[in-house]
């Protein structure tokens, strides 16, 4: 349940949260709005990987909903009191309605057991890992840079090429830990590999890592010496 509610809050606080209503959230219709945003999109997550538990568990949606709301209110009167904090109160933020979701799936899981999904819960991961790679890390980068005006100006104008070339680097890493993956898997049974159920074989992987990363910057320094 975990992942899911996680999804729905990061495409709400994120994607489903343009700069006019992140700009606007003092005011309280605005705030209510985004609230609503947030529970109608968690409730249409988990209608749609798990139609039959909406009629059980879309009250603690709607709470959750309204956590939402307080915090968000709490850092907006943080935000009047205190109008130089900008990247504490962003982290503090986000923290609290993780750990938020948090409870309230160990709450649902308590209450109801597993709540079973028919999706893949890997597939879930991978779209917050995607979602987080892009759009959420764009939005944090902004909002870590906003006291460098010349940097915050250069992300925002590259924002779209960053956030390709991110998504192309993670879906690039995740093809070669699938195909060494597979490769060692299927080698498994005719060729030992070096560092499993080995008494050394951690100190042995860490040895092999170091020689080999300190022989690369050097051959690097060697052939490039602007590197």
Same mark, same amino acid.
């Given at each position: 349940?975990?992942?899911?509610?996680?999804?729905?809050?990061?495409?709400?606080?994120?994607?489903?949260?343009?700069?006019?209503?992140?700009?606007?959230?003092?005011?309280?219709?605005?705030?209510?709005?985004?609230?609503? *945003?947030?529970?109608?999109?968690?409730?249409?997550?988990?209608?749609?990987?798990?139609?039959?538990?909406?009629?059980? *568990? +879309?009250?603690?949606?709607?709470?959750?909903?309204?956590?939402?709301?307080? *915090?968000?209110?709490?850092?907006?009167?943080?935000? @009047?009191?205190?109008?130089?904090?900008?990247?504490?109160?962003?982290?503090?933020?986000?923290?609290?309605?993780?750990?938020?979701?948090?409870?309230?799936?160990?709450?649902?899981?308590? @209450? =109801?057991?597993?709540?079973?999904?028919?999706?893949?819960?890997?597939?879930?991961?991978?779209? *917050?890992?995607?979602?987080?790679?892009? =759009?959420?890390?764009?939005?944090?980068?902004?909002?870590?840079?906003?006291?460098?005006?010349? =940097?915050?100006?250069?992300?925002?104008?590259?924002?779209?090429?960053?956030?390709?070339? @991110?998504?192309?680097?993670?879906? !690039?890493?995740?093809?070669?830990?699938? +195909?060494?993956?597979?490769?060692?898997?299927?080698?498994? !049974?005719?060729?030992?590999?070096?560092?499993?159920?080995?008494?050394?074989?951690? @100190?042995?992987?860490?040895?092999?890592?170091?020689?080999?990363?300190?022989?690369?910057?050097?051959?690097?320094?060697?052939?490039?010496?602007?590197?």
């Amino acid at each position: 349940m975990f992942y899911y509610l996680l999804l729905a809050h990061l495409l709400a606080d994120y994607p489903l949260q343009p700069t006019w209503l992140v700009r606007n959230k003092y005011r309280w219709g605005v705030l209510v709005l985004h609230g609503s *945003i947030q529970f109608l999109t968690s409730l249409l997550i988990v209608w749609f990987f798990n139609s039959s538990s909406v009629a059980s *568990i +879309w009250p603690y949606l709607l709470f959750l909903a309204v956590v939402h709301f307080l *915090i968000d209110l709490t850092k907006n009167t943080l935000s @009047r009191v205190r109008p130089a904090w900008v990247k504490v109160p962003y982290v503090l933020d986000q923290l609290m309605h993780v750990l938020s979701i948090l409870f309230i799936s160990l709450f649902l899981q308590t @209450r =109801y057991g597993f709540i079973a999904f028919p999706a893949n819960p890997g597939w879930v991961v991978l779209a *917050i890992a995607f979602l987080f790679v892009t =759009y959420v890390w764009y939005i944090s980068e902004r909002v870590m840079t906003y006291d460098n005006p010349m =940097y915050l100006q250069a992300v925002i104008d590259d924002s779209w090429s960053r956030m390709l070339f @991110r998504a192309g680097f993670l879906s !690039g890493f995740l093809v070669i830990w699938i +195909w060494t993956t597979k490769t060692l898997a299927a080698s498994s !049974g005719t060729i030992l590999f070096p560092y499993q159920a080995k008494k050394f074989g951690r @100190r042995a992987l860490i040895t092999d890592l170091s020689v080999t990363l300190s022989v690369f910057f050097l051959l690097m320094l060697v052939l490039n010496p602007s590197f």
